[in-house]
C-alpha cells in the first residue's frame, strides 16, 4: 500500500532500533506520560459531574425551582397555577408559604425557614416525601401545628417524634412606638428528613394553613404558587413569562437567586481543577518535545542523506512532526478509552474497596454525600481528546523545525 515519505519514515522512527532503544524508552515514557494525564483529566471530572448532579438533585429537589408569588397574600391561588401550567416548561404548580425565623428549644436558637407547605401535593414539586426518615409528611394536619425537621435541626436540639419547639418569627407592631416585636408559636415535631445536603440544618415545613395562621391570614391564603420545571436553566425565563402575563400583582423567583451562588461555584471549580490537570497533558507533551530533539541529534545523519538525495525541508519537517503526532495521537486514545472505563466503574471501585478495607471512605457522618457518584459526560471526553491531541501536535513543532535547518554538509562532516 502506498505512503508518502515522510509518514513513512515518521512511523519507523517511533519503533526500537538497535542503536536507540534509550530514545524508544522515552517515547514509551511520553505516550503513558499523556495517557495517565488523559485517564486522570476524564476520571476526575466525571467524579465533579457526579457529585454536581448529586448535589443538584438534592438541593433543587427540595427548594423552588420557581415561584409566583402575590404581592399581597393570595386569596385564590388557582389562578396562578392555572396560568403557570400552561407553560411547556411547567410539571406542577403548587402552593407555598415562606417565612424566615428562629427555632429556640431548652435554651438553644438556630436561624430557620419555614415552608408552608400542603401534604397532599408537596410530593409533585419536592423530593421531601422521599427522604423522610422518621414520621409522616401527611402527619402535617392543618390546626395541629406540626413541623417536620432536618436531620441536622434534630441532631442539634436532640429532638424526637412528639417533642415541642419554639418558632419565632418577627412581626411589625402596629403600636404607635412601631419597631418588629417577636412572634412565638409552639410547633409539635412530627417527622424528620434527611436529603444529605445543608438543608437538613435550615429548612423545616408545616401545614400552609397554620403557616396563614401564624402569620395572622386567613386560613385559605397563601404566599404564591411553587413550579416545578422540566429544565432547571429556564426558571428565570419561564418565571418571568408567567408573571409578565398575570400583571404587577404577581412577582416572580427562581432558585438561581436562592442557590445559583453555590452552583456557579461548583461551576468555576471544576474549571479550575480542569485546568490544574491539563498540565498534567502539557508535561507529557513536553517530553515529546525532549523526545524529539534527542531523535533530531540522533538521525542528524540519516536526515542529512535524504537532504542529499531529495528531500525537501518540508518533507524533513513532516516526517518528526508525524512521529511525535502518533505518541499523542496513541497516548491520548489510550487514555481515553481507560478514562471512559475508569469514569464508568469508579463508584463500584470505590465501593469495593470501603468493603474489602471495611472503612468508609465517604462516611455519612462527615460527608452530605455518602459515596462517589461519576457521571460520564462525551463532551467532557471529546473536549479532554481534542486538547491532548492539539498539545501533542504543537510539541512537534520546533523539534522538527530544528530538524529542517540540519545543513547536510556539517552533519556528514564527521562520518
Known amino acids: 500500500m502506498f505512503r508518502p515519505l515522510s509518514i513513512f519514515i515518521g512511523t519507523r522512527y517511533t ?21 495517565l494525564g488523559v485517564l486522570a483529566m476524564i476520571v476526575v471530572l466525571s467524579v465533579m459531574n457526579g457529585f454536581q448532579q448529586e448535589m443538584s438533585t438534592r438541593i433543587l429537589g427540595m427548594v423552588p425551582h420557581a415561584v409566583i408569588a402575590g404581592v399581597t397574600p393570595l386569596d385564590d391561588w388557582k389562578p396562578a397555577a392555572a ?34 407547605v400542603d401534604p397532599a401535593l408537596e410530593h409533585e414539586v419536592s423530593i421531601v416525601a422521599q427522604h423522610i426518615t422518621q414520621g409522616r409528611l401527611e402527619d402535617l394536619k392543618a390546626g395541629e401545628f406540626g413541623v417536620v425537621i432536618g436531620e441536622i435541626t ?81 426558571a428565570p425565563q419561564v418565571s418571568a413569562s408567567i408573571v409578565a402575563g398575570l400583571g404587577a400583582d404577581y412577582r416572580a423567583d427562581d432558585w438561581t437567586h436562592t442557590q445559583g451562588s453555590l452552583f456557579s461555584a461548583m461551576k468555576m471549580e471544576k474549571t479550575m481543577i480542569g485546568l490544574l490537570l491539563l498540565m498534567i497533558v502539557a508535561v507529557a507533551a513536553f517530553n515529546i518535545i525532549a523526545t524529539l530533539i534527542m531523535v533530531v541529534n540522533d538521525k542528524g545523519a540519516d536526515i542529512a542523506i535524504l537532504r542529499t538525495i531529495g528531500a525537501t525541508p518540508g518533507q524533513i519537517m513532516t516526517i518528526f512532526m508525524v512521529q511525535g503526532t502518533v505518541i499523542g495521537i496513541v497516548g491520548t486514545l489510550i487514555g481515553g478509552v481507560l478514562g471512559v472505563i475508569a469514569a464508568i466503574n469508579v463508584s463500584a471501585m470505590v465501593g469495593w474497596m470501603e468493603r474489602v478495607s471495611g472503612q468508609h471512605i465517604f462516611s455519612s457522618d462527615v460527608y452530605f454525600v455518602n459515596n462517589l457518584p461519576s457521571q460520564l459526560q462525551g463532551g467532557d471526553v471529546l473536549l479532554i481528546c481534542s486538547a491532548g491531541f492539539i498539545l501533542s501536535f504543537l510539541a512537534t513543532l520546533y523539534p522538527a523545525w530544528r530538524a529542517a535547518q540540519i545543513q547536510p554538509a556539517h552533519a556528514l562532516r564527521y562520518e
Open 154 to 234: 434534630a441532631r442539634r436540639f436532640r429532638l424526637n417524634i412528639g417533642d415541642k419547639v419554639t418558632l419565632i418569627v418577627p412581626e411589625a407592631s402596629t403600636t404607635a412606638a412601631g419597631g418588629i416585636t417577636p412572634r412565638l408559636q409552639r410547633l409539635t415535631v412530627v417527622g424528620v428528613f434527611k436529603v444529605g445536603a445543608e438543608l437538613d440544618g435550615t429548612m423545616a415545613l408545616i401545614n400552609a394553613a397554620d403557616a396563614a395562621q401564624i402569620q395572622h391570614w386567613q386560613p385559605n391564603q397563601v404566599q404564591g404558587v411553587r413550579l416545578a420545571l422540566k429544565d432547571l436553566y429556564t
Open 83 to 116: 396560568a403557570a401550567m400552561k407553560n411547556p416548561e411547567v410539571t406542577a404548580a403548587v402552593t407555598f408559604t415562606e417565612m424566615e425565623g428562629m427555632f429556640s428549644y431548652k435554651g438553644s436558637m438556630q436561624p430557620i425557614q419555614v415552608s408552608g
Open 15 to 35: 519503533r526500537a532500533k538497535r542503536r536507540n532503544h534509550f530514545i524508544s524508552f522515552i517515547s514509551m515514557t511520553s505516550m503513558i506520560g499523556l495517557a
